[in-house]
């Protein structure tokens, strides 16, 4: 799984019949020490996950391993909002402290 | 998924069988700032995207999860035309606009 | 999907064993301006391409979609043999005019 | 398979409901030197690994091809604890001697 | 498929029940050149390759499609040991010379 910062929407209306419904998150990756890198990824959710969150994101067939995504042409789905992220040199990241 | 922007069409008449009727678009994946990044994509078409258009990209198994695509051997699927894109920063897409 | 040259073949006599009759060919990847890219990949036949040609590759699960490859160790499979690209700037290729 | 080194752990209390009880552990990849390289990713643990120690990582549909990952919405998963890195130049690691 | 050549072995006496007996060898990637590129790649072996061999490697879930590597967590299969690479610019690698 990569980790990810939630950093927007995309809104399509005309789509795959099975994709109604589906919420499409546009998500940043952060690198080992907590900066968003370049790429990103639209991932669909299946955890209710927010703006600037930090998210765990699974992709390939993974992303379609869950009832809300099954059978759909679904390849990146948000499988968790991230608390911490604990390195062994330290905390990357905490939910609770907001700090990034 | 990936945000991609139409940028062509392949024909192929000798090609795989089951493949007869497929429509393929070549792709060019956007960056976060809305400029078309170098790698490009050919992707099978589900939705009736065209020209210029913003469109979703599934790839991988997701490509054949859907009834024009299954049982073929496609790695890479249109599942929708995007209306818009909205970052935490500000709109970077949107359709009617037609700013991209 | 992606567009590949071919340019090579690979034997292997020693090989598992459901491989045996399957042609393995050596593609280079194109790029958006036409030109061949660093990376190449080795990938079964299901159309009979040959030297120079311009192919649709198939990479993943996608590859064992076709008779000929299904339940077989293959990662990658040509699929349909280009007559053209044609890119909103022009046409990148032509089997035809055989300029590349 | 790639080899990493595990280096910190993910907490994910609110996440896809069949990853209840699933360990997150965030791993770098190592290079051919036995370095650090900047990518990591998060993996599911099968094998009880624990901080400092080199392992094997499969990702993609692999990773639910164990009793403790099938079915669920996961693409990395450690499974085996490293002993030794033989290379044709000489011993890469060695769990024994900690000198990584 | 990857081009690779044999440069080691990983031994893992703890790891996933169903890998016991499975023998894991490190790969190193070759460039369309016949040079060695930094990446490498751990592959299970259902070949009996040897070190300095050349091989083609299976990535995906295509290394399980095979009867040592079926419902293993296994991402990565050497499928073949390579006898000669041929390239439209001349031959590449032949096993007979041992020239690489």
Redo the contacts between chains.
Sequence with gaps: ???AKV??????????S??TGVK?L?L?YV??QGNLR?E????AD???AG??EWV?V?????????PS?A???????V???????????GL?YSKREEEY
Tied chains: 1, 2, 3, 4, 5.
């Design positions: 799984m990569q980790i950093c927007g929407t995309v809104v399509s209306t005309h789509k795959e099975s994709l499409f546009v940043q690198d080992e370049p990103f990824e639209v991932a299946s955890v209710g703006i600037n765990l699974s992709r390939g067939s993974a992303a379609r391993q869950s995504s059978n759909r042409p679904l390849d990146a789905l499988i968790g909002i991230i608390d911490t992220v604990s390195m062994d040199t990357l």
